[in-house]
């Protein structure tokens, strides 16, 4: 059984998933949306299985609404508009749907739902999103057991080189990001993320104190954790110290 809300700014398209539904008593329809705005509302309070989102809506796109949720869902596109076919697919989401499309072409994209609730294949999607705007983000998507959460990056104490991924190091828990620790050095705010080591950042807001050993630095957080600062990062706390 998966929980389903629409997201469609036409009467007629969500009238019409609607009707295609009631072929699948496993799909359970909870809420509608006819708008951007009231499609974060909704999904964050209802916390679907899966979403059938329009695209192109007043308020925010459906990419947009993406970016804002708590959890990632399944996602179905359902749009008039074909120029985003490739990054619907390039976010991983489950079908997209071209109208007017058929009933058959509607079974297509349901059968091709994921049998378990696993949202693995959208991680890259949600965080892609919000690293990827013009302005640095307040806050970004991670994976968390088997569902994606939101984090407000001023939660995060430092972050660590973890492979080809980053581990994120909250006040209540450790999150790992799809995204390498280099990359993660470009899209955070330098305001208040600084890179202090090959395989470390850390928030500078969360710092405690730096002790000085020779040539070498070590950061202090106000959680008791101790980041060691190798010579070729040191430069970066320069802006620290007055």
Do not use: C
Not at 34 to 40: F, Q
Not at 139 to 144: E, G, K, T
Not at 168 to 186: A, K, P, Q, R, V
Not at 204 to 222: A, F, M, N, P, R
Request: aromatic share 10%; no cysteine.
């Amino acid at each position: 059984m998966k929980k389903v809300i629409i997201v469609d700014d036409e009467r007629a398209g969500r009238s019409l998933i609607r009707e295609y539904l009631e072929d699948y008593p496993d799909l359970i329809l909870l809420a509608e949306a006819n708008n951007g705005v009231d499609a974060v509302r909704v999904i964050n309070e209802f916390k679907p299985d899966l979403v059938f989102l329009d695209i192109q809506m007043p308020g925010l796109t459906g990419f947009d609404v993406l970016t804002r949720l708590d959890e990632i869902p399944q996602i179905i596109f359902s749009t008039a508009y074909d120029a985003y076919a490739l990054q619907a697919f390039e976010v991983h989401a489950v079908d997209y749907l071209l109208k007017p499309y058929t009933k058959e072409r509607f079974k297509k994209a349901v059968e091709r739902l994921p049998a378990s609730q696993e949202t693995n294949s959208v991680a890259p999607l949600a965080e892609s999103l919000m690293l990827n705007r013009t302005t640095y983000p307040e806050r970004i998507l991670v994976q968390h057991n088997k569902k994606l959460i939101a984090i407000e990056l001023d939660t995060i104490y430092w972050i660590e080189a973890y492979g080809d991924y980053s581990k994120l190091h909250t006040e209540s828990d450790n999150f790992l990001s799809n995204y390498g620790i280099s990359i993660l050095d470009e899209k955070l705010d330098p305001k208040h993320f600084i890179r202090v080591h090959r395989s470390s950042m850390i928030n500078i807001k969360k710092v405690k104190e730096i002790h000085k050993y020779g040539k070498s630095y070590d950061v202090t957080l106000q959680n008791g954790t101790v980041v060691h600062v190798s010579r070729g990062y040191k430069d970066n706390l320069k802006d620290l110290m007055f």
